[in-house]
C-alpha cells in the first residue's frame, strides 16, 4: 500500500479540541495537503504546508515536520458540523498527491 | 463558484456493459483527474489530463480509458465493467500550475456493478 498513515476513526466532545495526525515515508517530497469531507459530499480543500512548522486558518492549524515526515490538522472550539473524514495526503517527486486512507472524526455533543 | 459537476451520483451496471462517467468543470482549469475511492485505502488516481487531448495514465488504469475533447470536459470510461470496478469515482480539477495540490472535487458517482 502507500506509505502513509493516519488513525481510521477518532471521537472528541463539542467544545473541545482534537489533533488527527499524519505520517508518512518518501524520497521527494513537494507538500502536505490536508482535506475535509463529509458524509457523501466532496472533499474541500483545508490546508497545505511545504515548510515545516504550523499554518493556522481560524479553527484549523495543519502543523508540518518534514525530517519526521510527519504532519498534524488540529480543530479547535469543535462544532458538530466538524464532524467528517480527514484526509492527509502529500506530494510526490512527481508532483502527484499519495493519499492516505482518511481519519472519520466523530463530535459528540 | 467554482463548480465540478459529474453527470450521475448513482449507477447500477452489469457486469460486460460499458460505462461512461462525465464530469464537466465551470472554472476554466487545465488540470483534471478521475480518482477512485473505496473503504480503507486513501484516493487512488485512475486518470489524469493537463491539457486537451492530452491523458496520462494514474497508479491504476487498467480496465479504465479517458477521453479529453473538451478543455472543459474529461469523461471516464470502462470498456467491459467488472466486479471490482464497484466504487465511487471521483472527478477533480485543478488550475493550469500543475504542482498545485489544491483540487476541487465532484460530488462523486458510486457506481455498483453486478
Known amino acids: 500500500g502507500q506509505n502513509i498513515d493516519q488513525p481510521t476513526e477518532m471521537t472528541a466532545t463539542e467544545g473541545a479540541i482534537v489533533q488527527i495526525n499524519c505520517t508518512y515515508q518518501t524520497s521527494g517530497f513537494n507538500g502536505l495537503f490536508w482535506y475535509q469531507q463529509h458524509a457523501g459530499e466532496a472533499p474541500t480543500f483545508l490546508s497545505y504546508n511545504v515548510l515545516d512548522g504550523l499554518e493556522e486558518k481560524g479553527r484549523f492549524s495543519s502543523f508540518l515536520s518534514r525530517s519526521k515526515g510527519y504532519s498534524y490538522l488540529l480543530l479547535k472550539e469543535l462544532q458538530m458540523k466538524d464532524s467528517a473524514s480527514y484526509l492527509c495526503a502529500y506530494m510526490d517527486s512527481n508532483y502527484q498527491l499519495i493519499w492516505g486512507a482518511g481519519t472519520k472524526l466523530i463530535i459528540k455533543p | 463558484d467554482v463548480k465540478v459537476t459529474q453527470s450521475s451520483r448513482y449507477l447500477v451496471k452489469r457486469t460486460g456493459e460499458k460505462v461512461f462517467l462525465e464530469c464537466v468543470q465551470d472554472m476554466d482549469h487545465e488540470n483534471m483527474f478521475w480518482y477512485r475511492q473505496d473503504p480503507g485505502l486513501g484516493l487512488r488516481l485512475i486518470y489524469f489530463?493537463?491539457?486537451?487531448?492530452?491523458?496520462e495514465k494514474g497508479d491504476i488504469p487498467e480496465g479504465y480509458s479517458v477521453s479529453r475533447e473538451k478543455k472543459e470536459r474529461f469523461s471516464l470510461i470502462l470498456e467491459s465493467a467488472s466486479t471490482n470496478q464497484t466504487s465511487m469515482y471521483l472527478c477533480?480539477?485543478?488550475?493550469?500550475?500543475?504542482?498545485?495540490?489544491?483540487?476541487?472535487f465532484g460530488e462523486g458517482s458510486r457506481l455498483t456493478v453486478l
Open positions: 477533480a480539477s485543478s488550475t493550469g500550475d500543475r504542482h498545485t495540490g489544491e483540487l476541487f
Open positions: 489530463s493537463y491539457d486537451v487531448k492530452m491523458k
